[in-house]
């Protein structure tokens, strides 16, 4: 079966895995149990409780309004740090058909509207597999986000109106139309804290996924150091304000301020991985614990 890596090969990289930006989190710090608090029907919107219906629509607004400017969103947010997470993200999966392999692997790559992490990929299979056989499905709720995707593609000169590239807006807690058990590769980033039910979305990631297939996520996580933490907290302040400066757009931006707040910690995140069926589940915190690459592997 077409793998990205064996499992033993997987456990041993992520074991062995350099930490580029920071240490592996060691203390455990528990989610405020605010989240707990609220009842079937309602769910989070940033700060705001909001009828769980209702987020999928907020949610696309947000993503509608920073769409055009989301590279720049993303450098300021992230002081242009997002860049070297990625990298060091695809570098870490090290996914690509194996020249000694006969089949090519399937990716899938959920909230990827922008096509950062597919491209780069796509790219990183080639490169050092020579791998060009591998196909993308590039899967986002929003169809602007697809289409600066898409824009991005058709710029770039690569990927764009090719036969192994799919675009498909489709929500990623339930992904109709992706058949169970059909794909190697799940990744995700910087999305999943946006869905309304995120363990929805694990055991969708469980389901697509062949067994043997592997998930990985890229996702803002719980600083570990209490000076970083406490120049964060002024640094979340700021953001709003730079987003209205340079997106004339402060809710979108206090929005993602908050989703990032609320978002579960590095070990209750594991567990909810887990508990949607993987195993050798363990994760890498980068940048002091700002953000954090998850993984699972369906058996
Ligand atoms: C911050 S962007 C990340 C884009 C890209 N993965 C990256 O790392 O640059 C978050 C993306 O999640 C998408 N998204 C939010 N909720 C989603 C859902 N339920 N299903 C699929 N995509 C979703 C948004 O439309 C948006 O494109």
């Known amino acids: 079966m077409p793998i990205a890596m064996s499992k033993a090969n997987i456990a041993r990289s992520m074991r062995s895995g350099s930490l580029l930006l920071g240490r592996s989190l060691t203390t455990v710090r528990h989610l405020s149990n605010t989240s707990r608090l609220l009842n079937d029907e309602t ?18 607004h947000v993503f509608s309004n920073v769409a055009s400017k989301y590279d720049i969103m993303n450098d300021v947010m992230s002081l242009g740090i997002h860049r070297l997470w990625k990298d060091h993200f695809i ?10 392999s006969k089949e090519p692997l399937h990716f899938i790559d959920v909230a990827g509207g922008s096509g950062d992490i597919a491209f780069g990929l796509l790219d990183h ?79 969708t990631a469980y389901r697509v996924l062949k067994p ?37 757009d402060y809710d979108s931006y206090q929005y993602l301020v908050e989703s990032i707040q609320r978002f579960p910690d590095q070990e209750e995140f594991k567990s909810m991985i887990e508990k949607a069926g993987f195993e050798s589940a363990g994760y890498e915190s980068l940048t002091f614990g700002v953000c954090s690459i998850h993984w699972g592997i369906k058996v």
Request: charged share 25%; hydrophobic share 35%; aromatic share 10%.
């Open 43 to 60: 769910t989070h919107f940033g700060s705001k409780t909001v009828p769980k219906n209702e987020k999928e629509k907020l949610v696309g």
């Open 91 to 100: 570098n870490k999966l090290d996914a690509g058909k194996r020249p000694n």
């Open 125 to 203: 299979a080639e490169q050092k597999f020579h791998d060009k056989e591998s196909t993308m499905h590039i899967v986002d709720i929003n169809a602007n986000m697809l289409k600066e995707g898409e824009k991005r593609a058709m710029n770039q000169g690569k990927y764009y109106n090719d036969p192994r590239v799919t675009f498909l807006v489709q929500n990623g807690e339930t992904l109709d139309q992706i058949e169970s058990d059909s794909k190697d590769v799940y990744t995700i980033s910087f999305g999943i804290r946006n869905f309304t039910d995120i363990q929805a979305g694990l055991n």
């Open 212 to 248: 043997g297939g592997i998930f990985f996520c890229l996702e803002f996580s719980k600083v570990n150091n209490p000076l970083v933490d406490v120049i964060y907290q002024q640094w979340s302040k700021v953001l709003p304000v730079m987003g209205s400066i340079v997106a004339n």
